[in-house]
């Protein structure tokens, strides 16, 4: 604890109340740090004091501060209301919006401590992690988010006055059911222009319109006998196939769909592709936060600018945040990205500044350069979870975090031990737990990947199985039933890797969007 005296005249704040003058004042002390002694580069801000209820409602919408009209928003915010009022669960101190300016949600209940941690950790150090990594650069478009989503609310709005709720809700729910598997993993090619959406609708259509003619509207010949099917490249060059973004494949091809159902095809999937970098970059982003907040936090104690009492408030929230629960702890839900991200974010700092021989020989690029804030914002910039643990995990931070891998054969009776933090499990505990963090293990391959034009249509797909873990039974059925509506005849799931075959799933339209 520092000793140094502090005047009220040099603290920011001498209670837990605040008032606009006094977050205006936090917020400029807050930013000279992040800005002239961290080296933070942000979109501009924009501050939003909201109440609990205001929160409830963000949570509701996936934190958007607009978004189309659907049940399931509804359903999510009376869940969320009814365990916060039982004091069953706490809100968020903060929401921040990946756009430009870049929206920052505060509860109004907070503490003038809060507020400032609040401030570091989202307006500074998520703003600085959207703006500048690379995953965020190639796949969203910050400055256009917002008139995406209201263009977005406006025509679904339309269209529930000019088709009905109901047909309007229907579609919904199926694109909703399929959104997970409406992204695309690989940038280059599509790339999103949100600000063009409504300029481009027309051409869309009219584009659809040539496809769907020379797709279906033609009967197909039958194949001669013996023969190969001469058409068979161009049609799968029409279709696109194979495609794993399987909302981009149904908005594109779909032969019973009309214009404005795929338009809300491609608004969903749009805004599933949003929140894709946030995905892959889980455990950077909150520890880019977590960091910039516990960092900025100290400096203000060091300078005197927050007293004692707040400082230890920091301390007690911020070790609140990045508590890892053990293994047989009734709280444990995994790791906690924000207890890996901090501990990781630190250690670099450590080995830039004080190196061990373990560390200079492991990390020759960066130990004991003492540019700890430039390796740190080189790493927020152009990695994401699974490469910069390959990256970046040390022998340290596993040890201190207790990290070792288990193999669990199902042949084999018990639990083995497969790798610990010595010189060669190091090495194999790191690659298996950047594998936990890649996007592209954790969602199930499925790919479609044929249509049955010379026959009844049928949609065919396949889901590579990876480590033998095949899908849901029930899930997938009820997924695969959406699917079917949406296409419009049937459709036909295989579940295989390169050994074996584990099941064949099938659906027949219940009730086809027409």
């Known amino acids: 604890m520092s000793h140094q005296v502090k005047s009220k005249d040099t603290l920011l704040f001498s209670d837990h109340d ?23 580069d942000t979109y501009r801000n924009q501050i939003e004091v909201i109440t609990a209820e205001q929160m409830l409602d963000a949570y509701a919408a996936t934190g958007m501060p607009l978004l189309y009209k659907h049940w399931s928003f509804g359903k999510q915010f009376l869940r969320n209301e009814t365990l916060y009022r039982k004091g069953w669960q706490g809100l968020a101190y903060e929401i921040v919006i990946n756009s430009d300016p870049c929206i920052v949600y505060i509860m109004e209940e907070n503490s003038a401590t809060m507020q400032a941690i609040v401030l570091a950790h989202a307006a500074f150090g998520h703003n600085h992690f959207f703006k500048n990594n690379y995953v965020f650069q190639q796949w969203t478009d910050a400055s256009a988010i917002l008139d995406y989503l209201a263009f977005a609310k406006a025509y679904i709005s339309s269209c529930e006055e000019r088709y009905g ?10 694109a909703h059911a399929l959104q997970h598997n409406g992204v695309h993993r690989y940038p280059g090619k599509h790339s999103l222009d949100l ?42 060059a029409l279709l696109g196939l194979p495609e794993e973004n399987i ?23 749009q805004i599933a592709q949003y929140f894709y970098p946030q995905r892959q970059t889980k455990v950077m982003n909150e520890g880019c936060a977590t960091f910039t907040h516990h960092r900025i936090m100290t400096r203000l104690h060091e300078k005197g600018q927050i007293s004692d009492g707040a400082f230890l408030e920091f301390l007690q929230s911020h070790t609140n945040v990045v508590m890892q629960p053990e293994f047989d702890d009734r709280r444990y839900g995994g790791i906690n990205p924000y207890a890996l991200g901090f501990a ?33 914002r080189d790493a927020w910039a152009n990695y994401r979870d699974e490469s910069f643990i390959l990256q970046f995990l040390s022998p340290e931070v596993i040890r201190k975090q207790r990290l070792f891998r288990l193999v669990d054969d199902p042949v084999e009776e018990d639990l083995v031990v497969a790798a610990i933090h010595d010189e060669d499990g190091y090495r194999e505990v790191r690659r298996s737990l950047a594998r936990q963090f890649d996007v592209a293990r954790q969602d199930p391959d499925i790919q479609v990947v044929d249509v049955d034009l010379k026959g009844d249509r049928r ?33 036909r799931l295989v579940e295989e890797d390169d050994q074996r075959t584990y099941t064949t799933l099938e659906a027949e339209p219940a009730q086809a969007f027409a």
């Open 344 to 376: 990781m974010m630190q250690d670099i700092e450590r080995i830039a500044n004080e190196p061990t021989a373990e560390d200079r020989s492991l990390f020759p690029n960066f130990a004991g350069k003492e540019n700890a804030y430039d390796v740190l």
């Open 247 to 269: 909302l981009y494949f149904l908005e594109k091809t779909a032969p019973r769909l009309a214009p404005w159902q795929r338009e809300i095809l491609r608004i969903v999937r």
């Open 459 to 491: 949609l065919l797909l396949r889901h590579h199985v990876v480590d033998g873990v095949t899908l849901e039974a029930g899930d997938a059925a009820r997924v695969l039933q959406h699917l079917a509506n949406l296409w419009g005849y049937g459709v």
């Open 18 to 40: 605040w008032d606009f003058d006094m977050l205006s004042r936090i917020y400029g002390a807050v930013e000279k740090i992040a800005v002239d002694e961290m080296g933070l």
């Open 165 to 174: 709720l109901e047909a309007v809700e229907r579609l919904i729910d199926a």
């Open 195 to 236: 600000v063009a959406e409504q300029r481009r609708e027309i051409e869309r259509r009219e584009h659809a319109e040539r496809l769907y003619n020379d797709l279906w509207r033609t009967l197909p010949k039958p194949r001669a006998r013996g023969g190969r099917d001469l058409n068979e490249e161009r049609r799968r």
